[in-house]
């Protein structure tokens, strides 16, 4: 079974930094998509970034670009968020999921991350 565990949430202040880890477990990841997603109180769960893992293709949502980066471990089954620049609308449950070529997603149960001063 597959299973996908996010980390690295935490309280930060504006201009700040913080880096969410993810990990996926329980298949061979060849040919997979890992993504991060958020989702603000009140706010609809939206894609921050993705990235393939047989591909070095990323994408990112306009709000983010410039600020946080996606990237891989030496493990295709690891993925980083990078956030810089940090800003109180960044504010929200992060979410990491993993895709398999039939489009099957799996999701962890979130980690926190507060911008304020």
């Known amino acids: 079974q597959v299973q996908v565990v996010e980390s690295g949430g935490g309280l930060v202040q504006p201009g700040g930094s913080l880096r969410l880890s993810c990990t996926a477990s329980?298949?061979?990841?060849?040919?997979?998509?890992m993504s991060w997603y958020r989702q603000a109180p009140g706010k609809e769960r939206e894609l921050v970034a993705n990235?393939?893992?047989?591909?070095?293709?990323?994408n990112y949502a306009d709000s983010v670009k410039g600020r946080f980066t996606i990237s891989r471990g030496s493990a295709k089954n690891t993925v980083y968020l990078q956030m810089n620049s940090l800003k109180p609308e960044d504010t929200a449950v992060y979410y990491c999921?993993?895709?398999?070529?039939?489009?099957?997603?799996?999701w962890g149960k979130g980690t926190l991350v507060t911008v304020s001063s």
């Open positions: 999921s993993a895709r398999n070529v039939h489009n099957i997603e799996y």
């Open positions: 329980g298949a061979t990841f060849t040919s997979w998509v």
């Open positions: 990235i393939f893992s047989n591909s070095p293709t990323t």
